[in-house]
């Protein structure tokens, strides 16, 4: 069974960087696409906003709403992945969940996910 949690959550002024973590536990962690996704507001899933993917190969997708400010990479040897958000907005603040996926076969897990705000 996969897990995932996430860290590194918090208050930033606008202008500032935080960096999250999601630590993987469980098997196959190299196998699966990662991403980050961010929701402003309870609601459903698909009401999440995705910002950013990496996949098995290190390639990289970014939300036009992040792209140049936030990084995404991965630590395979330590089942972890990390979004890097510099230039922070107030805009920005939302609970930022952490995605696992395969395709083959299909499997699908989230975290619980960090709150990020940021204000002044």
């Known amino acids: 069974q996969v897990q995932l949690v996430e860290s590194g959550g918090g208050l930033v002024q606008p202008g500032g960087s935080l960096r999250l973590s999601c630590v993987f536990s469980?098997?196959?962690?190299?196998?699966?696409?990662m991403g980050w996704y961010r929701q402003a507001r309870q609601g459903p899933v698909n009401e999440r906003e995705l910002?950013?993917?990496?996949?098995?190969?290190?390639?990289?997708y970014y939300s036009d709403s992040v792209q140049g400010r936030f990084t995404i990479s991965r630590d395979n040897p330590k089942n972890t992945v990390y979004l890097q958000m510099n230039s922070l907005k107030p805009e920005d603040t939302a609970v930022y969940f952490c995605?696992?996926?395969?395709?083959?076969?299909?499997?699908?897990?989230w975290g619980q996910g960090t709150q990020v705000t940021v204000s002044s």
């Open positions: 995605d696992a996926r395969r395709q083959v076969p299909a499997l699908r897990y």
């Open positions: 469980g098997s196959g962690y190299s196998l699966f696409t």
């Open positions: 910002v950013a993917l990496i996949n098995t190969v290190n390639s990289t």
